[in-house]
C-alpha cells in the first residue's frame, strides 16, 4: 500500500527549510487523501541481458543504447530489467482540476504525487530484488539521465509494451501519459562466485 512521504512530497514542492504553518498541513493533508484515492498504480518490467557495446554504447536486451553514463551505470551486471511504472489517468485527471480550481493546491498536488511515483518505483524495485536470489539493483538509469537520450523512451517502451501492460503512452515528445510515470533501465548486479 502506498503511503506519502511529507517529507519527500514537501522537497519536491521546493518547501527548503520552511515549516508548513497548520492551514497548510490540513490543505495538504486533503490533497494527499485526493491524491491517493485517485492512484491506481500499475507497472511491467522485462528481464534482459546486457552486452558492452564499444565505448560509448551498451546492448540491454533488444536495445543497442547510446552513452558512457548508461555504460558505466551497467558496469559488471550481466543483466538488467527494462522498467515502466505509472500511477495511472485518474491522478492527471486530479492534477487537471487543481490547476482549474487552486493553483497552491496544485502546487502541493504535484509534489505528493511525485514523491508516490518514486515511493512506487522503490516498491516495484523492492519486489524485482526479491526475485533475484542474493543479486543486488544497481539505481535505476532513466531516458534522460545524464548522456541518455530522453528519445530511448520510445523503444523501452516498446520493448515492453508498456501502452498494453501499464496504460502508460508517449507523446510526440517524449514525455509520458500519464504524467506520472516512469521508465528506466535497471542492472542486475550477480554476487561474485
Known amino acids: 500500500m502506498l503511503k506519502v512521504d511529507r517529507a519527500e512530497a514537501l522537497r519536491y514542492m521546493r518547501m527548503g527549510a ?4 497548520d492551514e497548510m498541513l490540513r490543505r495538504l493533508e486533503k490533497v494527499e487523501r485526493d491524491v491517493l484515492a485517485s492512484v ?3 507497472s511491467c518490467r522485462e528481464m534482459v541481458a546486457v552486452s558492452d557495446a564499444g565505448p560509448e554504447a551498451v546492448r540491454v536486451g533488444p536495445l543497442l543504447l547510446p552513452g558512457r553514463d548508461l555504460r558505466r551505470a551497467l558496469a559488471g551486471c550481466g543483466r538488467a530489467f527494462l522498467f515502466a511504472a505509472t500511477l495511472g489517468a485518474g491522478v492527471d485527471a486530479y492534477l487537471r ?3 482549474q480550481t487552486s493553483a497552491a493546491d496544485l502546487v502541493m498536488a504535484q509534489g505528493v504525487a511525485t514523491a508516490l511515483i518514486e515511493a512506487y518505483c522503490d516498491e516495484c524495485c523492492r519486489d524485482m530484488a526479491s526475485s533475484l ?3 543486488a539493483l544497481a539505481p535505476r538509469f532513466s531516458p534522460g ?3 541518455l537520450p530522453l528519445s530511448v523512451q520510445r523503444p523501452l517502451l516498446e520493448a515492453l509494451d508498456a501502452s498494453r501492460r501499464a496504460g502508460v503512452a508517449l507523446t510526440d515528445s517524449f514525455l509520458m501519459v500519464p504524467s506520472k510515470s516512469v521508465s528506466a533501465i535497471v542492472g542486475v ?3 561474485a562466485d
Do not use: E, K, V
Open 18 to 21: 520552511a515549516t508548513p504553518d
Open 40 to 42: 491506481r498504480p500499475a
Open 133 to 135: 536470489g542474493g543479486a
Open 97 to 99: 482540476r487543481c490547476g
Open 189 to 191: 548486479r550477480d554476487p
Open 145 to 147: 539521465y545524464g548522456d
